[in-house]
C-alpha cells in the first residue's frame, strides 16, 4: 500500500531542517536529510528531471556494488583502481563500512544507489581530492553534468554555512564551484558507466577518454587549498 503524501508536512519537514542548519552550521546530519527532502520533492523533481544519462542508465539499471580495496592497492601503478586505492587511504575509509545489501525498487533509488556507488570514483577522475572544499567542487562538477536537484541543495547550504558561520572565503567558494561546473559541462557524462571495466587503466587513458581535466592541471587545487584554510 503507498504511503499517503502529504505536501504541506513535507515542506514544514524541510523547513525545520534549514532551521536547524541556520542555527548549527555543523549539523551534516541535518544537511543530508535537507538534501534527500529536496529530492524526493514531488513538484522539485518535476522541475529537476533525470538528465540524459540518468535516463539511459534507467532503462539498463545495474549495481556496481563496492571494490575489496586490497584488490584495487594491487592494481597497476597510474591506473584508475590504484588511485581510488590512494583516495580511500587517504580518506582513512574501507568499502567494507559501506552498505553492500541496498535494492533499488524506484528509478530515484536507482539514480540514488549508481551516486553512492560511484561517488569516490568521480571524485578521482575529476581530482577533486578530500576536504570540504574539494567536495563543494565536486558538487559543482555533478551540477554541471546533471542538473540535479542535489548538488544544488548542498551548494545551496555550503554558502549558507560560509555566509553564517562567516569563516570561509565566499569569493574562493565561488570560484571552486564555478570550476567545477564548468569542468562538468566540459566532460562527457560521467554517469551509468560501469566502472569496473576501467580499474585497471591508465587513469590518465579514463580521463581522456570521457575528456575530463583534471582540477590540478587547472590550478583549482590552490583555490580549493584557500578556501579550506
Do not use: C
Request: proline share 6%.
Amino acid at each position: 500500500m503507498p504511503k499517503p503524501n502529504f505536501p504541506i508536512l513535507s515542506k514544514l519537514k524541510l523547513l525545520g531542517h534549514l532551521v536547524a542548519i541556520l542555527r548549527d552550521t555543523t549539523r551534516t546530519d541535518r544537511v543530508f536529510q535537507f538534501v534527500e527532502g529536496l529530492s524526493h520533492d514531488p513538484v522539485l523533481r518535476a522541475k529537476f528531471p533525470h538528465a540524459p544519462a540518468e535516463q539511459a542508465f534507467l532503462e539498463a539499471p545495474f549495481q556496481m556494488g563496492f571494490p575489496q580495496l586490497d584488490e584495487l592497492r594491487a592494481m597497476p601503478e597510474g591506473s584508475l583502481g590504484r588511485a581510488l586505492a590512494v583516495h580511500m587511504d587517504a580518506l582513512g575509509v574501507d568499502f567494507d563500512e559501506f552498505d553492500r545489501t541496498a535494492t533499488p525498487s524506484s528509478d530515484l533509488e536507482w539514480v540514488d544507489r549508481h551516486g553512492y556507488e560511484t561517488h569516490d570514483i568521480w571524485h578521482v577522475i575529476t581530482g577533486w581530492g578530500t576536504g570540504t572544499a574539494n567536495e563543494i567542487g565536486l558538487q559543482g562538477f555533478y551540477a554541471g553534468q546533471l542538473d540535479n536537484i542535489q548538488p544544488t541543495g548542498l551548494i545551496l547550504i555550503a554558502l549558507i554555512r560560509g555566509l553564517i558561520g562567516g569563516k570561509q572565503d565566499l569569493s574562493a567558494m565561488f570560484e571552486v564551484i564555478v570550476a567545477g561546473w564548468t569542468q562538468g559541462r566540459r566532460s562527457k557524462a560521467l554517469f551509468g558507466v560501469d566502472w569496473r571495466e576501467h580499474f585497471e587503466r591508465p587513469l590518465a587513458a579514463v580521463r581522456r577518454d570521457f575528456e575530463v581535466e583534471p582540477v590540478e592541471s587547472e590550478g583549482f587545487v590552490e583555490v580549493a587549498d584557500k578556501l579550506a584554510a
